[in-house]
């Protein structure tokens, strides 16, 4: 395995449908367990200082933020609703063994 992916998690230890917040290489990133897969962004959403890992899953691939509802799409980190209009950083991810990698960039 590349030095540049770093294991984060255990599949098993996010939610079905829901989130997790890890730390990669000193960085905030929620884990996204969804239907099409596990997914990374960066937590803090960009239109304020929220942690998207508190937030919920919408629409079956979004994450809504808990502070002012805007919503981002978890496979790609694109802001999709507002008033979020900056995209968040997303990490690919791959699993093996039930383990969680990032790739760090």
Known sequence: MS????EVAKADDIPDEGTLL???AGEPVCLYKISDGIFATHDTCSH???SLADGFIVEGNQIECPLHQGTFDVRNGKAVGIPCKVDVRSYPVKVEN???????S
């Open 3 to 6: 030095k540049d992916w770093i």
């Open 22 to 24: 890890v730390d990669c």
């Open 48 to 50: 304020g200082m929220a």
């Open 98 to 104: 039930g383990a969680v990698f990032i790739k760090e």
